[in-house]
């Protein structure tokens, strides 16, 4: 089997889920991986052996105590070797001794470093701790969800070192095809990875959308929108487009809504949904959440079965796609999420065996080889010279090409006069493409930086020939159409990879390419439904849910970039393309990965807990002394809990022995939680979390996403940015790349194009088209500038 990353040799160093899940898919896709790991083994080996299993499977394992000069001199050879090292040490660790980053990258000139860390290197809240519940709270994913009054919830597991763990193998895939121009050390923040999932809702805000919490399963800016008890089962539902809105309540009688005109606004619906539940929640009881998916799917509604872990392990739809690895751990056999980057030629590994721990790493003290200059960095992008073309629309194909435009690569986003990308909103009537409000919508706008925007009407036979004629000079094509669009009209990967053998194709659907749900309409929130997450969160008696508005969207966007770096790299080395099926539910299963694990081991979920944690005691949210205001806190290990006895003069506590190790606080939980509730009710969040953090105790402010252009931290990184742009203005702050080389993070370079800005522009120079030529294609109205209305369309059509 051709593995797409089998060349290359990576360290890991620092421990952290982090850094393992950037190794894993590292590993899994063949490349050769030294896990170092204290002489006792990485703490998840105890705390977490199942878990640590699924993330360190296809990996060698080496001890080491880091502290000692001699064994710090045999890992200082054994990355004088490598090709990547992943660094998840504390900060203070990066810059003395034998594994100092400037010495290593002088001993090997063309390592690509990548250090991970909470809060990246400056700012405000670099010294701080964190566990994956805290950044979840600071990165303003944990405010939202939960009842109007509270509490709020968290979602479970490690989904902030995932998204962490995936962004930084972005980073260090990008070093790797730019590192020709010279060494490239990154540096990740987790924090504003997870950011990355909170960019619609400020996108929101600054369009005006509320910013309140609606209670559980409701969030803006549409309705329905949520999770619904059926006679047998939950279901998802979505719904979004005015057609869909009508079609729904068509299946449910609900003719006064129908024709309701306030209704035909998402906003109008989500200000009513209590009187509008009644309608159709109680009409859901009277089939099972099978019948009314399989309802859903005949109508094109976004309906979707939310499965609990045993029923998603069972379902065939992930079965027949192989979503499910075996992962083998000591003795025994489980299963886990497979890799979801799916790539159809250099295929990941499936699954495999945790390393036992590795002996102790052997060296003889002395430096591992003569020092070298670092070749200065070329000033040029790690992808400069990348070309792709953008068919891809909304949030998460548009996020993967955002991504690789702000590394350099040339991406040519093509639109339709017609059928604009559908987040440049849906009022499409005489008055709204008059005034260009198409132009103006801040989603669109945040996701599409950094590109050239051309027109081609696809469905036009000269629009298809000159995509085709574009796909020859190309590098990669993204896109993210229904199934059996590109098919009918001669575009997809078998037509376009005749033109050019080493193209890389990436499609997103939502089930994959080759599943029996392929046409399943779905948006961000669907996907995360169908996932199961939401049977993971919440209290007990909750019913399932969910987590976010759309996590599955940039989930999905950040899962799918990384895939597409592989197929480039690949492409790059060998000449060879290939398509890349993404599934992007599959692509939710890592952030359920834990409970996945025990649901195949023990044949039971974990209970639903609400904030509490296996590990983490105590952890929960704690309502502070203002409006809405929250403290999240999380106790990481016995340390932090003598630390916050001392923060909060718990005296008795502190002497009390029973409390003094994780499981005797479990069994005390009740009566902790009330006390720290106590405290944090007579203080400000800001000022609660401050304090703890100044004792070394992981805890947060529950950041509103909408608050987040505001944060002190990330304002001065310089994560938020803005630029020029005609019609829309320049004031809407945009979220940079969550890591960055030499402290700065990455430019915005320009704006997100007008509608065709370039499209004569790139036609003269890549299809040599003259004036005659460009002004025939617009008048057959293949291109152009200006949005069609629904009018015009209907017009034309009945032409």
Not at 98 to 113: C, E, F, G, K, S
Not at 138 to 151: D, F, H, I, N, S
Not at 534 to 558: E, K, M, N, Q, Y
Not at 646 to 657: E, F, I, T
């Amino acid at each position: 089997m051709i593995e797409a990353l089998s060349p290359y040799r990576v360290v890991e160093l620092g421990g952290g889920v982090a850094a393992a899940y950037c190794g894993k898919l590292f590993a899994d896709f063949g490349a050769t991986v030294t896990k170092v790991e204290p002489l006792a083994g990485d703490p998840l080996r105890t705390s977490e052996d199942l878990y640590f299993g699924w993330l360190n499977t296809n990996k060698r394992s080496v001890a080491a105590a880091l502290e000692q000069d001699a064994d710090a001199r045999a890992v200082q050879a054994l990355i004088a070797g490598a090709d990547v090292l992943v660094d998840a040490r504390p900060l203070r660790r990066l810059s003395s001794g034998p594994l100092a980053h400037d010495t290593l990258r002088r001993l090997n000139p063309r390592l690509v470093i990548v250090a991970v860390s909470w809060f990246g290197e400056t700012g405000p809240y670099r010294d701080y701790c964190a566990t994956d519940a805290t950044c979840w709270a600071w990165a303003g994913l944990t405010r939202l969800v939960g009842p109007r009054e509270g509490p709020l919830m968290t979602l479970p597991g490690h989904p902030a070192q995932i998204i962490g763990g995936t962004s930084a193998f972005t980073a260090a895939m990008a070093g790797l095809m730019g590192r020709a121009g010279g060494a490239r050390r990154f540096e990740l923040s987790i924090h504003e990875a997870c950011v990355t999932l909170a960019e619609y809702q400020v996108a929101l805000g600054a369009a005006g959308v509320p910013a309140a919490r609606l209670g559980l399963n409701r969030y803006a800016p549409t309705y329905p929108l949520g999770i619904f008890e059926c006679r047998e089962g939950w279901l998802g539902i979505t719904v979004v487009t005015h057609a869909q809105w009508q079609s729904f309540c068509s299946l449910f009688g609900m003719d006064e809504a129908a024709a309701h005109p306030d209704y035909q606004l998402n906003l109008n619906r989500v200000r009513d949904a209590d009187r509008l539940e009644p309608q159709f929640a109680t009409r859901l009881k009277a089939r099972s959440a099978e019948e009314w998916f399989e309802i859903g799917r005949r109508l094109k509604l976004p309906f979707v079965i939310v499965p609990d872990m045993g029923q998603l392990l069972a379902q065939d739809v992930h079965r027949r796609r192989g979503a499910f690895v075996p992962v083998r751990v000591g003795g025994r056999s489980v299963e886990g999420p497979a890799l979801p980057q799916r790539l159809t030629a250099t295929p990941a590994r499936r699954g495999g065996q945790a390393p036992a721990l590795g002996a102790r790493v052997a060296g003889d003290g002395r430096n591992a080889g003569a020092c070298l200059a670092v070749p200065p960095a070329s000033d040029a992008l790690p992808l400069a010279g990348v070309r792709i073309l953008d068919l891809s629309m909304g949030w998460a194909g548009p996020l993967v090409t955002r991504q690789l435009a702000d590394l350099g690569a040339e991406i040519l986003k093509v639109e339709s006069c017609r059928y604009p990308d559908w987040w440049r909103g849906t009022d499409f009537s005489d008055a709204a493409v008059a005034g260009r409000q198409y132009e103006t919508r801040p989603p669109f706008l945040m996701m599409n930086r950094n590109k050239t925007g051309i027109t081609l009407d696809l469905s036009h036979p000269r629009g298809a020939a000159m995509l085709k004629a574009l796909a020859a000079r190309a590098d990669a094509v993204v896109e993210n159409y229904s199934q059996g669009v590109l098919p009918r009209l001669g575009l997809d990967y078998p037509a376009l990879s005749e033109r050019n053998a080493s193209l890389v194709m990436m499609s997103m659907p939502a089930f994959g390419c080759d599943s029996e749900w392929r046409d399943v309409r779905a948006y961000g929130s669907t996907l995360e439904q169908a996932s199961g997450l939401p049977t993971l969160v919440g209290l007990p008696d909750w019913p399932p849910t969910s987590a976010h508005l759309a996590l599955g969207d940039p989930v999905g966007g950040l899962t799918a970039t990384a895939a597409l770096l592989a197929a480039l790299d690949h492409r790059r080395r060998t000449g060879r393309g290939q398509h890349v099926d993404i599934s992007q539910v599959e692509c939710m299963l890592p952030l359920a990965a834990h409970a996945i694990l025990e649901q195949s081991a023990t044949g039971r979920a974990p209970e639903r807990a609400g904030n509490r944690d296996p590990a983490h005691v105590p952890q929960g949210c704690f309502r502070c002394a203002g409006e809405d205001e929250w403290l999240f806190v999380s106790v990481a290990d016995d340390a932090q809990w003598r630390s916050l006895c001392a923060a909060l003069r718990w005296d008795a506590m502190a002497a009390d022995a029973g409390l003094a190790g994780a499981q005797g606080r479990r069994g005390r939980q009740d009566r902790i939680e009330a006390e720290l509730a106590a405290w944090a009710g007579t203080r400000g969040a800001q000022a609660a979390a401050a304090h703890l953090q100044a004792h070394a105790v992981c805890a947060a402010v529950v950041v509103s996403p909408f608050d987040l252009p505001r944060d002190a931290h990330l304002r001065e990184r310089g994560f938020w940015q803005t630029a020029q742009r005609a019609i829309a203005g320049s004031d809407l702050p945009q979220a940079a790349l969550p890591f960055r080389q030499s402290g700065a993070p990455y430019a915005l370079r320009t704006p997100a194009p007008l509608l065709g800005q370039s499209t004569l522009d790139v036609l003269r120079e890549y299809l040599d088209l003259d004036d005659a030529a460009l002004a025939d294609l617009r008048e057959a109205g293949v291109i152009g500038e200006t949005a069609v209305s629904a009018s015009q369309r209907r017009a034309r059509t009945a032409a």
